[in-house]
């Protein structure tokens, strides 16, 4: 059974949330996510899970650190915000805790237009914090895509212990579309880390089979694992030699260059037989759609001054 919807985009994504089974949210509510903190505040208690308030976004990044190491967790912000998370993103990268940070983008830089639509968080979402490292980062056109794409991003973060961004922007976050969602979000799967096949004493914390992701016990399960940004070797504690740095590098980069077929989703549209192609993400990629739209009629129609080429999106 299944429900019909009217929701902001924001609010599909605490449902995607709350169907990934998330359990926690720190998070610091600044438009044009709002209404993101709003929700979670009314929906995790209904079912068992835990809201904070934090007081800035660097608090909110540690609070999702140290909640993911137990189980799923959660944060959103704006753009301003994400700047300030980056040192604790890198250090979750180097300790490859699983997480889902929504960036709702607003214009900038500083606090530039907390209500109007931007899409320059685009590089910093990638590499914004400092080092070599990859993350993940998805980004949703729709309302409907919303509440997928979340569902997505925890399950990508379980499945290689990354930081996965949900890369929003204002249209998105605030237009209201029709959503089909379950009755029973029992029914969904959800997403499973990796657990230890060994016994307490044999474990080894980043110590890797052929999928290069280590398996991640949840703290106070009896397995013992150090937590640091430092470069660690398999067993977690710090380890600085260059044949280190080398290898844990390597094999962080690795577990998703090997598996971009898995991770990198792209939507094409009336691509078939186009000499052009317009490449968009987010509220622009409806743009993109309505423009290929009108260059295909307008050609057909034998508008003298309709494109002389056949335009796709992407």
């Excluded at 600044?30 to 009314?42: M, R």
């Excluded at 068992?48 to 650190?65: H, L, Y």
């Excluded at 186009?274 to 739209?293: M, Q």
Aim: glycine share 8%; with cysteine.
């Amino acid at each position: 059974m299944s429900k019909i919807l009217l929701l902001q985009g924001n609010q599909a994504v605490v449902e995607g949330a709350i169907a990934a089974g998330v359990k926690f949210f720190g998070g610091y509510p600044i438009t044009p996510s709002t209404e993101v903190a709003e929700s979670l505040a009314e929906r995790l208690p209904l079912v068992g899970g835990k809201f904070i308030q934090m007081e800035d976004e660097i608090a909110s990044m540690g609070a999702i650190i140290g909640a993911a190491l137990t189980g799923k967790s959660y944060d959103r912000d704006q753009r301003t915000g994400f700047s300030l998370k980056q040192e604790l993103i890198g250090y979750a990268c180097m300790a490859e805790i699983p997480l889902v940070i929504v960036n709702v983008q607003r214009v900038g830089p500083s606090t530039g237009q907390p209500t109007s639509p931007s899409q320059g968080d685009l590089m910093q979402a990638r590499w914004g914090t400092h080092g070599d490292h990859w993350l993940i980062a998805l980004t949703p056109a729709s309302v409907p895509e919303c509440f997928e794409l979340t569902l997505r991003a925890y399950a990508l973060s379980e499945k290689y212990r990354v930081p996965v961004v949900l890369l929003m922007d204002e249209v998105i976050g605030h237009m209201r579309e029709k959503i089909e969602l379950p009755d029973d979000y029992s029914e969904i799967p959800q997403a499973e880390r990796k657990q230890p096949e060994c016994s307490p004493e044999e474990f080894k914390a980043y110590a890797t089979d052929d999928s290069l992701v280590p398996a991640m016990p949840a703290f106070g399960s009896g397995y013992r694992w150090h937590v640091t940004g430092l470069v660690h070797d398999e067993t977690g504690f710090p380890k600085g030699t260059p044949a280190a740095t080398l290898a844990a590098t390597n094999r962080q980069h690795d577990k998703l260059y090997n598996n971009l077929d898995d991770i990198v989703q792209v939507e094409n549209y009336q691509m078939e037989d186009a000499e052009y192609a317009v490449i968009a993400f987010g509220g622009g990629a409806r743009t993109a759609y309505e423009a290929v739209d009108m260059a295909r009629r307008e050609r057909s129609q034998g508008r003298p001054d309709a494109p002389d080429h056949d335009l796709a999106a992407g």
